[in-house]
């Protein structure tokens, strides 16, 4: 897909453009497409805009194990280890099983939340 590839070569302004894009076309964004976008901003360090795909997508696309673990990569790599602690706990109440990549993400963002000596 076009998103796919703009996602891989980090044009993630392009991969907004066309999701905010996409009804002008009647199109509807689904998973695959969040998910897309949501590593995008993984990719380039945008915990912030990584976690309002996933609250756009509890609006109306149920987010999978994947997008819910980029947003916790994004949020570990951003340094926003409460963040990415908090999208951990809620994927039961989204009725996700973490996978290794979930659990180690979160256990990467406890790294942040430990005090250095």
């Known amino acids: 897909s076009v998103m796919l590839t ?9 991969v907004f453009q066309l999701l905010a894009n996409m009804s002008t076309f009647m199109l509807l964004a689904d998973a695959v497409t969040y998910t897309t ?6 990719g ?4 912030e805009h990584a976690l309002r795909l996933l609250i756009d997508m509890d609006h109306g ?15 570990e790599k951003g340094g926003a280890w409460e963040c990415a602690l908090s999208i951990f ?16 993400a979160a256990l990467s963002s406890l790294r942040m939340a430990a005090p250095t000596s």
């Open 61 to 75: 696309v149920l987010p999978d194990i994947i997008a819910c673990t980029s947003v916790i990569n994004s949020c």
């Open 37 to 42: 976008a949501i590593m995008a901003c993984e």
């Open 89 to 104: 706990d809620s994927l039961d109440g989204r009725h996700l099983r973490p996978n290794v990549v979930a659990f180690t």
């Open 6 to 14: 703009l996602q891989k070569s980090n044009q993630w302004k392009l």
């Open 44 to 47: 380039c360090g945008l915990w």
